[in-house]
């Protein structure tokens, strides 16, 4: 079944229910990312889970329409160097990935503006490839896969208006680089790298993130100031899952800290706003539950963290403010928005032995590793 009848086929079942969605990172403009995070993540709407217990009957559908060639469990294929990312020959591991993978993924490229047809599973090796260095350890390369996944079911599920893609390459969504790009960025390495990669998606075949049958919003970012941040104070909504958690993990890597000189005229441009001179300028700070800017008070002039944050390209929430001469010293402490799983802390937990089960579960509340393959038999036999 092609992917935009499976889509209209969940939407034709759902019509009667009224959904709140569950992309906040649209919403928001956010990034489940990443890289960059004012990463990644960017995202969005308004986040009602009691309306969506229904979803998780659907969602296999989405999932097993075309069944794995091999009939059992995936083997990961080594990667071919003779791969072509131009639609000709595929190499095996590609071919294996296409085969097992149950629709396409239209990614809008941002340098082409053109759309790119990409098997799932290409494509979320691809994104993790994109988004984390391959010399992370494997369980924190198959929790990225395991978001990265999710993520992209979560947006096929309540996108409202599937316009000519179905999700971005950039941190407004995930980063995604396609094979020449990623041979070009890996050089030599490409080959052991993607294979690490891709044995570490195929170890997480058809697993989704849940929260009470329903996939969560993915979020996840690059380094953690030591905790992550309730949604709410960051975003607008309250989510169960994306609650603050200690993350020590990130503190000795190597974007946990970081440092702007800025001129009050820079800061006042920025800010558009007029301050006192800085003699006069008093600076006070509250914070969140998770050690970052709750609100900045500048004289008489009062923000939010996060419009300090975006309205300066601070690295994080978490910042600190000292005076001296005619500037203004911002000091820094992790990178990204700080909602759902740090990327570096994962890879840390790795390190100390936990698998990638304990690594979501730490970093997302009260979620389950959900194999949706178990109701594929059932589902099939409605469609």
Do not use: C
């Not at 959904?19 to 649209?26: A, D, T, V, Y």
């Not at 890996?186 to 080959?191: A, N, V």
């Not at 001129?263 to 003699?279: M, N």
């Not at 004289?299 to 500037?327: N, P, Q, T």
Request: charge should be negative; proline fraction near 4%.
């Amino acid at each position: 079944m092609r992917k935009n009848n499976i889509i209209s086929e969940l939407r034709k079942k759902t019509k009667s229910r009224k959904r709140q969605s569950l992309q906040l990172l649209e919403k928001n403009n956010k990034r489940v990312r990443l890289n960059g995070v004012p990463s990644s993540w960017k995202g969005s709407t308004t986040l009602f889970l009691s309306s969506l217990i229904m979803v998780i009957l659907v969602i296999p559908t989405l999932i097993v329409v075309v069944p794995s060639a091999s009939g059992g469990e995936e083997q990961a294929a080594a990667p071919n160097p003779n791969a072509s990312a131009s639609g000709g020959d595929a190499p095996e591991a590609e071919t294996a990935m296409a085969t097992e993978s149950p629709f396409a993924v239209d990614v809008m490229r941002a340098s082409s503006d053109q759309v790119e047809s990409v098997p799932l599973e290409t494509y979320v090796a691809r994104v993790v490839a994109s988004e984390t260095p391959a010399e992370f350890e494997t369980e924190a390369l198959k929790a990225q896969a395991l978001a990265a996944r999710t993520f992209i079911v979560n947006r096929l599920l309540y996108q409202e208006d599937a316009g000519k893609a179905d999700v971005t390459d950039t941190t407004g969504d995930q980063v995604y680089h396609n094979e020449q790009e990623l041979r070009k960025t890996m050089g030599s390495g490409y080959e052991q790298e993607m294979g690490k990669i891709k044995q570490a998606v195929a170890d997480t075949k058809d697993e989704i993130l849940t929260y009470e049958d329903a996939p969560i919003t993915a979020a996840y970012f690059s380094t953690s100031n030591g905790y992550t941040e309730n949604s709410e104070d960051y975003w607008d909504e309250e989510v169960p899952y994306l609650r603050s958690v200690a993350s020590p993990w990130d503190k000795n890597t190597e974007k946990f800290m970081d440092q702007q000189v800025l001129s009050v005229a820079d800061v006042e441009k920025q800010l558009g706003t007029d301050l006192p001179s800085i003699d006069n300028l008093s600076v006070a700070i509250s914070q969140t539950e998770g050690h970052r800017v709750d609100q900045l008070k500048l004289g008489d002039e009062a923000y939010s963290g996060r419009e300090v944050r975006e309205a300066l390209g601070l690295a994080s929430s978490d910042f600190s403010i000292e005076k001296k001469k005619d500037h203004l010293i911002v000091t820094t402490k992790g990178y990204g928005h700080g909602i759902g799983m740090s990327q570096y802390g994962a890879n840390g937990m790795a390190e100390e032995g936990k698998n990638y089960k304990d690594i979501v579960k730490h970093y997302y509340q009260g979620v389950e590793v959900s194999s949706v393959s178990n109701t594929a038999p059932a589902l099939a036999s409605k469609e």
